[in-house]
């Protein structure tokens, strides 16, 4: 079992920076595939970022791209979002998410893929 806990969200004015983290126990994070969610007010909850187990690969939601970078330290069982230039539509609760999986160069961005998933932290972006 691992247990994912969020952490760094917070309100900020659009432009602003903010870094989220998620900090695993219970297991290593070196076995999983990790992922980073939103959901946004009256919205579905939607994919923002992936990391491979090794961190080599990773993926970004294109709405993202360029803006947020998600990146994993397996020393400390911990995930990072870092989210730039933030938007009013940034707006929500991001969720961390760990998917187990054999190969370490794997991506994916379906939540059926992700097993265990953290509480969420409230991000909000607002002038």
């Known amino acids: 079992q691992v247990q994912l806990v969020e952490s760094g969200g917070g309100s900020v004015q659009p432009g602003d920076s903010l870094r989220i983290s998620c900090a695993a126990s219970g297991h290593s994070l070196m076995n999983y595939i990790m992922g980073w969610f939103r959901r946004a007010p009256g919205k579905e909850r939607d994919f923002v970022a992936t990391?491979?187990?090794?961190?080599?690969?990773?993926a970004v939601e294109p709405s993202v791209r360029g803006r947020f970078a998600i990146s994993r330290d397996n020393t400390n069982n911990l995930v990072y979002l870092q989210m730039t230039d933030l938007k009013p539509e940034d707006t929500a609760v991001y969720y961390c998410a760990a998917g187990y999986d054999d190969s370490a160069s794997s991506l994916t961005a379906r939540e059926n893929d992700y097993q265990f998933w953290g509480q969420g932290t409230q991000v909000t972006v607002s002038s």
């Open positions: 990391i491979s187990r090794s961190g080599d690969l990773k």
